[in-house]
């Protein structure tokens, strides 16, 4: 299984971007699907994920409200829309996958991992 994500970019605080990643999996549909996120210096933190069907997600307590995962069984994509992004959600971003049958929001329920995405927000 391989991701690819994109979507990263510079951006001021307030302000939007909308992560995708794309995976090479045919299979897509029985997958789950997270967002994590690594900040210098600061361990991965899981930051959104979704279940298979997309009937399930989990967000992380500081992007609630802010952040909304999706997936697109259909395109084998999973978006990640950020809104209201703040300084402190500078990190790179990765899209992990498993083949788990529930939402997991615990890195090691992961077993795929993209190369990630920079995100930064400046002040």
């Known amino acids: 299984v391989q991701l690819q994500a994109s979507g990263g970019g510079l951006v001021q605080a307030g302000g939007s971007l909308r992560l995708s990643c794309v995976v090479s999996?045919?299979?897509?549909?029985?997958?789950?699907m997270g967002w994590f996120r690594q900040a210098p210096g600061k361990e991965r933190e899981v930051v959104a994920a979704?279940?298979?069907?997309?009937?399930?997600?989990y967000y992380t307590d500081s992007v609630k409200d802010r952040f909304t995962i999706s997936r697109d069984n259909a395109e084998n994509t999973v978006h990640l829309q950020m809104n209201k992004l703040k300084p402190e959600d500078t990190a790179v971003y990765f899209c992990?996958?498993?083949?788990?049958?529930?939402?997991?929001?615990?890195?090691?329920?992961?077993?795929?991992w993209g190369q990630g995405t920079q995100v930064t927000v400046s002040s």
């Open positions: 999996e045919g299979t897509f549909s029985k997958l789950r």
């Open positions: 992990a996958a498993d083949f788990g049958a529930v939402v997991s929001g615990t890195i090691g329920g992961y077993d795929f």
């Open positions: 979704i279940s298979r069907s997309g009937g399930s997600t």
